[in-house]
């Protein structure tokens, strides 16, 4: 395609490049953002014959992954390009001195009916293309995988297999809130993005969205036919509390401590309150890893970490007495 619409005027198809900014830096808050490299026929390594190809397809250009989620947001942002913002606010005691807003590079990288086909193309990827077995039943996807051989210096592509899977887009993909890519630099065994970079950007997707009520617009119908609450796991209550009181589920609130154990009874769940006392062994029994290590880094004590979920033992008994410095091992599940 790229030879049958450029191939007799290649400095085009380029021209296009430039006008978006992939040969420009995007301007950082932070020093040592790299130049990108964008080539043009006046290039001495441009050839005629092999550059233009193999440039359609993302070889012989030289992008940061953070110039390409750029790149992608503008596509998700219906065409403006903005620049990433590291700090949004400078505080001095307190009190705010300086604040940042995002910078906008180019209004409209590309016409309405563009930015429209790019949309569409982007999440016929996971309709009907190489990230179809990573789509979400719970909301759209957008985004392409990049599978590229590594060329090894001067020795070119042949010396040593080496590749880079990357895995970028955006989310929800009709209503776009976040952008996301993913590289992997030199996978072992399997190399193709959509097996090597596409689950982690599907598990970061799935955490993020679940993370974020304000997307879950359809959650009751995913509660129809449960009669028991579902199961919490201990620790902080504000935040418990919070999910409980969204999704309409009935709680006993016998707590009032930033901590808890609950209960699961016939009449709800019920908070029972967690205090903390000096010198005592906690009980974090039932909480996820990070309550759990927070209480247990609070009491001076040294944790040792086997398994994922929540806390179903500790080495160390409630309430007994411990010192500072002392081990303990906790096993999640």
């Given at each position: ?7 007799n ?26 130049q990108?490299?964008?080539?043009n ?10 550059t233009?190809?193999q ?6 250009m ?9 790149f ?24 705010p001195?300086?604040?940042f ?17 790019m949309?569409?193309?982007?999440e ?15 909301f ?19 010396a ?73 796991k ?9 999910v ?10 016998a ?5 808890f ?16 006392v000096?010198?005592?062994?906690p ?21 040792k970490v ?8 500790q ?11 002392l ?7």
């Amino acid at each position: 395609m790229v030879n049958t619409h450029y191939r007799n005027d290649q400095s085009r198809f380029t021209d296009h490049l430039y006008r978006w900014g992939l040969n420009e830096k995007l301007g950082l808050q932070i020093p040592g953002e790299a130049q990108p490299v964008v080539k043009n026929p006046k290039n001495k390594s441009w050839n005629k014959n092999l550059t233009l190809p193999q440039m359609a397809y993302g070889y012989e250009m030289q992008l940061t992954p953070l110039h390409m989620l750029s790149f992608y947001n503008a596509i998700a942002n219906g065409g403006k390009l903005i620049a990433p913002i590291f700090v949004k606010e400078i505080r001095k005691l307190g009190n705010p001195i300086e604040q940042f807003e995002a910078r906008v590079i180019n209004e409209q990288i590309a016409s309405d009916e563009t930015i429209n086909k790019m949309q569409d193309l982007l999440e016929g990827v996971f309709t009907q293309g190489t990230g179809k077995s990573l789509a979400s039943k719970y909301f759209k996807i957008a985004g392409k995988t990049g599978t590229a051989q590594v060329a090894d210096g001067n020795k070119g592509y042949r010396a040593k297999r080496q590749y880079q899977s990357s895995f970028c887009g955006y989310f929800p993909a009709d209503n776009p809130k976040y952008s996301l890519i993913v590289v992997i630099n030199d996978p072992k065994g399997a190399y193709y993005a959509a097996l090597v970079a596409g689950p982690p950007f599907k598990e970061i997707a799935d955490r993020i969205y679940a993370s974020d009520m304000s997307l879950a617009q359809n959650y009751k119908e995913h509660l129809v036919g449960n009669t028991k609450a579902p199961e919490a796991k201990a620790g902080k209550s504000k935040a418990v509390k919070t999910v409980y009181q969204s999704l309409g589920i009935k709680t006993l609130y016998a707590a009032k401590g930033d901590y808890f154990n609950s209960i699961d009874t016939s009449n709800g769940l019920v908070y029972q309150e967690y205090t903390s006392v000096k010198g005592v062994m906690p009980n974090v029994t039932g909480m996820g890893l990070k309550d759990a290590l927070y209480l247990l880094g609070n009491a001076g004590l040294k944790a040792k970490v086997t398994g994922s979920g929540k806390v179903v033992k500790q080495s160390l008994a409630p309430g007994s007495k411990i010192s500072k410095g002392l081990g303990v091992q906790i096993e999640l599940k």
